[in-house]
């Protein structure tokens, strides 16, 4: 007889615990999946094996039995280890963890395997290698050919070739009889990849794991991975949990976006996730980037990971020159458009010459906010209070926190005045701006809005390679990792878009941004250009990104950042407290405050910061305030420990359910 101490698939704080169960059933391992009764009802629930014993442990009552063990879906014992792991890192439930090792969809009643279109199939451009790649590869192999667990960071230029030593690395992978996970920031980007792996190394070997796949397709791709008939995975951050076995390679590509923080339970790193199960099977880790966070490279001077250095684009050409336009100088000439003479001319003569341009703006929409000039009524959403952002196309004002859409009212419901306006600019009104300028260019946009359908993006992207489209408009979407040839021109709409987040990092996005978004021009033979347009030229974020300056930036960064004790000179963890009470909600995140001031030395209680309200106050039906702990890394446990004994205790309570409280580290979103 043996003794399991189960994970039961009963996602509440109050069964978030081991339950220890006997089972007949010889064989069975930590991570496997059995069924049996749960709570009075004594329901069969699905559950996962933490712990094999052959004695039930002391205080064991009413023993209940495993009625079946499930043959077909199961975690290992590292995946397992990796959920303990996570529950205490990032305060969520066991289940939470579990259930990101865990396919999505079921077996197809057909029979039949559901395959992941791949939309344009890439040349295999296998190119001979750089001193400076040669000199790379040269640093990870030894690693990988004696199965040692080492982190790299690649910091090369945009276009320096970072992909070309993905693929050598995930080749040595292969040839020592090990898999590989090549992991990418945003899902557009997934189908460019997949066609430069499967060029290589032939479909049959990759497998692809992401949200945008149906969900037969993500199960027939996981049980590819898991049967060992896919050695290469590629995806976004989720597929950090694949299956793969003797994992030798993990690949995070664009190292630093924020893509690859999860911002729903359990709020994941990606990267610390990557590195726990590269430990665990003695990977190597390679992080790339253009411009690392500045975790990453504090991290590289304290020799918890190596730089690789890439200087040169591979092909040659010189980084593209970058002009700063000075928009305020713009509104005093007379200017009021949203594009400067400068970028204007440029964009003309780019088109003139047969070149592709790309215009950059992260924010998506047509106007920011509709306002009354009469009486200064803004449109806010009813449920998350935030101001909602017009979409032109649809007519209608939408709130991008909850999706909510209203039209917007032929005159002002508050002072009945017909002087309603928008304000602000988003890719909407680029592109149609974009399109009033130059009639006889063909004008497409990429953002949340377009990327909607399965495999829009992708369908956009190959019209815009092969030359059909000469004018790209989009977000964040359009700066990361995408690599065209004949684009001569990249505009930057506003480069204090993210300057103005209220966020420690927003001088970090900002920069990343724009070096990122300006990294698509003159990746052919020719010499890019960029044009960023800023009211705060002179801003060292603005100005670095310009020169292309990342140690001066990261410099300057480093100093601000330590001065005020922010990451990475330790953990800035965020406590959400909601209710539908908002005064209990208020009365319950202060008392919590207290208690985190109260537990702390006197030079610790200044890093306890609110409570305040959330940028998104009211959501749904819920209120939401924030605190804020700056936890240095000697007091991680003991934040770690008084936390949880907080969230299991209210789990407990008779105030359950009158108020929660969700923990997020190292946040990429205060709202």
Known sequence: ?????????????????????????????????????????NRERAAFVAAVKREPGDGVKGLK????????IALDAHAMDICLWMRKRYYCRHIEAVRCFLPAGSVSKRGKRRTPAIE?????????????????????????DEGRHRIFLIHGV?????????????????????????????????PQTIGRFVARFGAENVAALHSKLSAGERYDEWMRIKRGDARIVIGARSAVFAPAGDIGLIVVDEEHEATYKSDMAPKYDTIEVAIKRARQTGAVVLLGSATPSIVSNYRVEKRLYEKLTLRERYNGTPLPRVSVVDM????????????????????????????????????????????CRSCGYVMRCEDCDIAMTYHKAEDEAQCHICGARLVPPPVCPECGSKYLRFFGAGTEKVEETAIELFPSARVERLDLDTAKRKGSAAALLARFRRGKTQILVGTQLVAKGLDFGNVGLVGIVSADVSLNIPDFRSAERSFQLITQAAGRAGRGVETGRVIIQSYKPDHYAILAAAENDYAGFYGTELLLRKAMDYPPFGDLVQIAVSSRDEALAAAAAEELAGALRARADASSRNRVLGPARARVYKSGDLFRLLIHAKVPPRGREAFELFVSERKRALAMSKSSGKYGISVDVNPYSHM
């Open 1 to 41: 007889m043996l003794y399991l101490d189960l994970i039961v698939d009963n996602n509440t704080d109050r069964t978030d615990s081991f339950y220890t169960y006997g089972c007949a059933f010889e064989g069975v391992t930590v991570g496997a999946r059995v069924f049996a009764p749960f709570a009075v009802s």
């Open 65 to 72: 039995y495993v009625t079946r063990v499930d043959d077909e």
């Open 120 to 144: 344009e199939p890439a040349e295999d451009r296998r190119v001979s290698l750089t001193e400076e790649q040669s000199a790379a590869l040269a640093r990870i192999r030894p690693w990988m």
């Open 158 to 190: 945009t276009g320096s070739g970072k992909t070309e030593i993905y693929l050598r690395a995930t080749e040595r992978a292969l040839e020592k009889g090990r898999s590989a996970i090549v992991l990418v920031p945003e899902i557009s980007l997934t």
């Open 328 to 371: 305020r100088d713009e509104l005093k000439n007379g200017n009021k458009t949203i594009f400067s003479l400068e970028l204007y001319r440029s964009m003309n003569e780019t088109l003139t010459a047969g070149k592709q341009v790309i215009l950059f703006l992260n924010r998506r929409g047509y106007s920011t906010f509709v306002s």
